[in-house]
């Protein structure tokens, strides 16, 4: 898990001493409390909550995280015969950045070709939502989603599709 | 802010002062019912508030009783002596006031007033008792044993100990939360100091078996601690009746003032312990340092307050925990109570709401004061060490909320929360994927996930 590695590097940091860990868990602590307003923002007005026909071809779902992490994410792309996402929706377990994280996630996927977003960075989310390093999980998640969505469709258009796309798709990855 | 609290301070003055001595109907949840602050927003820590939260954490902890100020305030402004002063009235009124106190603390859970000492808190009273056992006994016995649900401090002092060559068994816990009195039996050895475990857990609620552990604990000849800060003023507790050799007890817990707390150290048999603080040998020499006396009365005083009201405050708490309780299981499915159902002390209610992150419902719940656990703990992003220990599923332990009731609690402020509570699960659950797919019928626990 993310946030236990980012723990103990912090401690790691600060001192050796057998309660580091716990010391490094008190200094996080206070950015964890904090949230920034475009998070709360999210948060209270998710946008494009929902789900698509994972069954549909046009649909590519991305579901990354574990329950046990306390963070699943599943985020899911309409894309068009141009390979242009019309649409987008999430639906999250986790925490308010977690949310916020996936809400913003299928805000900037919304109009963008699949390659195109392929290049969105968990920094870009995170530095949106000012997520302190106990969060940048979070968008790391986003992130994953994005691509296992992207990845999802992919695949179901090779086994659907015709040979053309099939070479579009390996270009693409390329 | 600066606005409120000046505001709020105000009205504890005229509330105070203004009153004789039956103030309590007309105070009787006046820190709970705090006046609405009209139109004033506030902003902390980017999230929007109009008036102040309603408290329902009184587990982290409880307001002053009124009562227990009144009792304070003469100490704070013309009786300021030093109680250890012996050469004027100054000092002579403070010691008396310190040993009215000490005799009411002792009061609460049948004790002599001359096994008491005062500490600044259960933290010390803890480290006192586990470290000063431990310390003592050194030579012939190595060995202690806990609970793994019992508070970070008594962990703590534990893994100290550990660190110097003592041997320590965490004892693991049923699925209730409860020690299992035969593993306890089986842990101890002839080499056993002390047996420390926890009165009521501040997480669960739970009431551990404290009657059976002292017994016990007598027959094998080790030391009994438990640390009853959670408990103390709350359940019935007698020492003698118990066979509690040491206790700890926490004024903020019980509507007294934070920065004071005491131990019960059994003087026949005697318990002998290595003082923790070195210095001018007050407290007989187990504590060293001025006595804080004005805190020390409030601790008395809110003692006292305790005893005499128990079996109100009980029934009241008993009453509204079950409305909290049954308002929200009667609106949502998959709530689960952690924590053993009958031994249990009713002011604390952790549930775990399946399929929902307790830390995004923590920030939906931001007109409750709530937590997710202790708040020691809540800085970090591990489930609890207790739900962990009960061996609830590491899901389902990221899912927890603790309600804490208390005895300025209102019903209008248990409806609420139950309204807020069911609304902002029902609004996750909406959002959770996990919902969605139990919705579906896939079992969740044959997925293969990625762990992160």
């Known amino acids: 898990m993310l946030a236990r590695a980012a723990s103990s590097l912090l401690a790691q940091a600060s001192t050796s001493a057998p309660l580091a860990q716990d010391f490094a868990r008190a200094a996080t602590g206070v950015l964890l409390r904090g949230y920034h307003k475009n998070v709360v923002d999210h948060y209270e007005k998710p946008r494009n909550v929902g789900s698509f026909d994972k069954n549909d071809p046009t649909v590519g779902t991305g579901l990354v995280g574990a329950p046990a992490c306390g963070d699943v994410m599943k985020l899911q792309i309409k894309v068009d015969e141009d390979g242009n996402i019309v649409d987008s929706c999430f639906k999250t377990f986790g925490c308010g950045s977690a949310i916020a994280s996936s809400s913003v996630a299928t805000e900037w996927v919304k109009g963008k070709a699949v390659d195109e977003v392929l290049t969105i960075k968990n920094s870009d989310i995170a530095k949106h939502l000012s997520l302190p390093p106990v969060k940048l999980h979070c968008s790391m998640l986003a992130e994953d989603a994005i691509k296992a969505a992207v990845k999802d469709w992919r695949e179901k258009k090779a086994k659907n599709g015709g040979q053309q796309q099939q070479q579009q798709a390996s270009a693409a990855s390329a | 802010m600066a606005l409120r609290a000046a505001g709020a301070g105000l009205r504890v003055w005229r509330a105070a002062?203004?009153?004789?001595?039956?103030?309590?109907?007309?105070?009787?949840?006046?820190?709970?019912?705090?006046?609405?602050?009209?139109?004033?927003?506030?902003?902390?820590?980017?999230?929007?508030?109009?008036?102040?939260?309603?408290?329902?954490?009184?587990?982290?902890?409880?307001?002053?009783?009124?009562?227990?100020?009144?009792?304070?305030?003469?100490?704070?402004?013309?009786?300021?002596?030093?109680?250890?002063?012996?050469?004027?009235?100054?000092?002579?009124?403070?010691?008396?006031?310190?040993?009215?106190?000490?005799?009411?603390?002792?009061?609460?859970?049948?004790?002599?007033?001359?096994?008491?000492?005062?500490?600044?808190?259960?933290?010390?009273?803890?480290?006192?008792?586990?470290?000063?056992?431990?310390?003592?006994?050194?030579?012939?016995?190595?060995?202690?044993?806990?609970?793994?649900?019992?508070?970070?401090?008594?962990?703590?002092?534990?893994?100290?100990?550990?660190?110097?060559?003592?041997?320590?068994?965490?004892?693991?816990?049923?699925?209730?939360?409860?020690?299992?009195?035969?593993?306890?039996?089986?842990?101890?050895?002839?080499?056993?100091?002390?047996?420390?475990?926890?009165?009521?857990?501040?997480?669960?609620?739970v009431v551990q078996p404290l009657a059976d552990i002292g017994k016990l604990c007598r027959e094998k000849k080790v030391f009994f601690h438990t640390d009853a800060a959670q408990a103390v003023g709350k359940i019935p507790i007698d020492v003698n009746a118990m066979n509690i050799d040491l206790l700890s007890i926490s004024g903020h817990k019980l509507y007294g003032p934070k920065g004071i707390g005491a131990i019960y150290i059994r003087r026949r048999p005697r318990v002998r312990l290595e003082a923790q603080m070195s210095g001018g040998g007050q407290e007989r020499g187990l504590r060293s340092g001025t006595v804080p006396h004005f805190l020390a009365v409030g601790l008395g005083a809110a003692c006292d307050i305790a005893a005499q009201e128990m079996q109100r405050d009980q029934a009241h708490i008993k009453r509204l925990s079950e409305r909290l309780y049954k308002g929200i299981t009667s609106q949502l499915q998959g709530v689960v109570l952690n924590g053993d159902p009958e031994a249990r002390y009713w002011g604390n209610i952790n549930l775990s709401f399946a399929y929902v992150e307790g830390e995004s419902l923590l920030m939906g719940l931001k007109d409750v004061a709530v937590s997710s656990g202790s708040a020691c703990t809540s800085a970090s992003l591990e489930p609890s060490y207790v739900l962990r220990a009960l061996g609830v599923e590491e899901d389902m332990a990221h899912t927890s909320i603790r309600f804490g009731i208390g005895r300025f609690t209102t019903e209008a402020e248990v409806d609420r929360a139950v309204e807020l509570t069911v609304q902002h699960v029902n609004k996750l659950r909406e959002m959770s994927p996990l919902w969605e797919m139990v919705q579906e019928g896939i079992d969740l626990s044959k997925i293969e996930w990625a762990q992160h």
């Not at chain 2, 100490?75 to 009215?100: C, D, I, K």
């Not at chain 2, 008491?116 to 808190?121: A, L, Q």
């Open chain 2, 17 to 205: 002062l203004g009153s004789g001595g039956s103030l309590l109907p007309s105070l009787r949840g006046f820190t709970a019912q705090a006046e609405p602050v009209e139109e004033e927003v506030i902003e902390k820590k980017g999230i929007q508030l109009r008036g102040a939260p309603m408290y329902l954490d009184m587990q982290a902890t409880t307001p002053l009783d009124p009562r227990v100020i009144d009792a304070m305030l003469p100490f704070m402004t013309e009786q300021y002596g030093n109680p250890h002063s012996r050469t004027h009235l100054y000092g002579w009124e403070a010691e008396e006031a310190v040993e009215v106190a000490r005799g009411q603390v002792a009061g609460v859970i049948g004790a002599d007033a001359k096994e008491i000492i005062f500490t600044s808190g259960a933290t010390e009273s803890n480290n006192l008792a586990i470290k000063g056992v431990a310390g003592f006994f050194r030579d012939k016995k190595k060995h202690l044993i806990t609970t793994q649900t019992d508070h970070k401090c008594v962990l703590d002092s534990c893994r100290y100990l550990q660190q110097r060559g003592f041997d320590v068994t965490y004892l693991p816990v049923q699925k209730n939360g409860l020690v299992d009195l035969g593993q306890l039996a089986d842990a101890i050895r002839p080499d056993t100091s002390l047996v420390s475990v926890m009165a009521v857990n501040n997480e669960i609620g």
